[in-house]
């Protein structure tokens, strides 16, 4: 019996290499893809420490994929970021219909939101929409929970950079 070589299993070869476990914890309720993404390192024999996670949901279609939280322990070792990233544009390749992924940069404050926005475009999102607090804003807002700017990205260009981004943590390490 012969292992498919995927991305993610690629991936997840990679972390080890660097002494780090790239976790998935994937359920189906109601039909919808539930992802929590978790990268964790060693830090005694019986205990992990997470380094970050990315929770996503997602549904059958191509723009389906929905990204909720996305966190990086200060301190973390470079990278884990990246690898996070690219293993979840994976996961949706590989295992939904999706090829869209949506998230919110949130606007809790002026300053902060800038920074998102910045941030997730480097990673390959565009802005679609502006949730503020008009009438027709308010099932986003419920979904995403707050004000923002929604941003959309192919699944293909934020793994390729991603991936690309994380091989060259490697190769620089």
Request: proline content about 3%; charged content about 20%; overall charge positive.
């Given at each position: ?31 919808l893809w539930a992802l929590r993404l978790v990268v964790a390192q060693h830090i005694s024999d019986d ?76 990673r390959g999102f565009s802005r679609l929409h502006v949730l503020g607090g008009s009438l027709t804003d ?20 934020v793994l390729a950079i991603s991936e690309r981004r994380w091989y060259n943590h490697l190769s620089a390490?």
């Open positions: 019996m012969t292992v498919v070589e995927t991305k993610l299993h690629q991936l997840e070869l990679s972390a080890r290499q660097r002494r780090l476990l790239l976790r998935l914890q994937v359920r189906r309720p109601l039909g205990c992990l420490q997470i380094l970050g996670e990315m929770k996503a949901w997602a549904y059958g279609a191509r723009n389906g994929l929905q990204l909720d939280t996305m966190r990086v322990k200060l301190g973390s070792p470079a990278g884990v970021g990246n690898l996070i990233w690219a293993a979840t544009m994976s996961w949706a390749l590989e295992s939904t219909p999706c090829r869209q992924a949506r998230l919110l940069a949130i606007c809790d404050d002026e300053y902060q939101h800038r920074r998102l926005v910045r941030y997730f475009k480097q308010l099932p986003l807002r419920l979904v995403w929970g707050g004000t923002g700017e929604l941003m959309c990205g192919d699944c293909h260009h390490a």
